[in-house]
């Protein structure tokens, strides 16, 4: 590996690899991190390595870890439907799962440390999500103020910094940025509910969100749907 | 399960047994997390499991969560030794695991959400200890910061308390505590290096403060060593 590094939050979504094109266009080389957390399609894992292999990552680690065992999310629990063509109604989700962003973050604080980087990358949006706590500048903000409390890295005067850079991005917005990095959104998976082969439900919030974006970015969606 | 409820981190070790004696004297329902992380001796789990089961928990849960995947620390690391007979030398030890006590309590926020917990317990201590940072009062507080940020819970009204009482505690108020709560610390496991069997090697730094816990509080020591 070469030159400063940065851990990345890699989901195989379209949010994600465009942060992993920035931390790249921004002169790091790009430790990607992803999990194999019980989710019930395991297709955004495929995603994930063929966006890192796309972008030319230093390095991909993906670590298993079991959020079933916590449970409480209908991304982790069969028991859950995935609610269908509902964008936009009120409160929280039942997508969101407890505490996922604190826990990924956290691993990638760990990672972070052990590979020498200083700067951890996610994406967080606030604006054009479905509404989940840990996706706020409010969120981001306290992550970097425990880190810099929490590591042997920042007690040795390396502190960490935590990059949200689409946090007040619109999706369309997130979309054109990628474009002009040459991501190929072709690769990325954001649909809750797939099929096996990775088609695209269509009517999941993260399909609704991820078609009004490329409408409104004026860009061609090159998402499978079913 | 009866009553309010609390996750409390259960190693299986002197300390985390006494801060679950310690949440159950409070009128908490215990909800003890345990984590399968690639340690190198998996005789703490055991311990653990004996330990839930000595306390009367509510429930126990055991995630898997590979650390290994991350690497950094001589307690997940088979290439890294385990120092012996060298505590208070300087410095932050190589038993160090990158952001540990932050991947357990992300873990534990998720889990106290999902079970309607308010409160999580953990064994930090910022005296007797090796000089991680992670447990230092500044760090527990950075925590519960991010979790009252973090979460759907607290946004709907039910914040979240980390409680570390054992924080400033020497090992020997430790003991003293645990034992007039009824803790068998027979169940508990505190060595870095043991044998397969479980007995403990009585040099690493975790064997030494252990047994001089147990003699400045004039406890006999109940540890098998070799």
Redesign the interface.
């Known amino acids: 590996m070469e030159g400063k590094r940065a851990v990345v939050l890699l989901s195989g979504g379209l949010d994600s690899a465009t942060v992993a094109a920035l931390a790249r266009a921004a002169g790091f080389s790009v430790c990607a991190l992803s999990f194999d957390y019980g989710q019930r399609h395991r297709y955004e894992l495929t995603a994930a390595k063929d966006v890192a292999a796309h972008l030319g990552v230093a390095e991909h ?7 079933r ?4 999310s209908a991304l982790t629990d069969d028991a859950w439907a995935v609610p269908k063509d509902s964008l936009g109604k009120e409160g ?1 989700p039942v997508t ?8 990924f ?3 990638a ?3 972070a ?2 590979v020498g980087a200083s700067d951890l990358y996610f994406g967080a949006n606030a604006l054009d999500y479905s509404g989940y ?2 996706c ?1 500048p ?2 981001v903000e ?2 970097e ?3 810099n ?4 890295a ?2 040795e005067g390396r502190p960490f910094k935590v990059h949200a850079p689409l946090i007040r991005m619109t999706k369309a917005e997130i979309i054109r940025a990628g474009v002009a990095l040459g991501v190929d959104y072709a690769l990325t998976h954001s649909c809750y509910d797939p099929s096996p082969d990775g088609t695209s439900c269509g009517h999941c919030d993260s399909c609704l969100l991820r078609k009004r974006g490329f409408a409104e970015a004026g860009v061609p969606d090159p998402t499978r749907y079913a």
Do not use: Q, S
């Not at 680690?61 to 959020?67: A, K, M």
């Not at 065992?69 to 409480?72: K, N």
């Not at 969101?96 to 826990?103: G, K």
């Open positions: 680690r993906v670590v298993r870890l079991d959020l065992a916590i449970g409480g929280i969101y799962v407890p505490a996922r962003n604190t826990i973050l956290a691993m604080l760990g990672y440390e052990t706590p840990d706020r409010a969120f306290a992550f103020r425990l880190a409390v929490a590591t042997k920042a007690d």
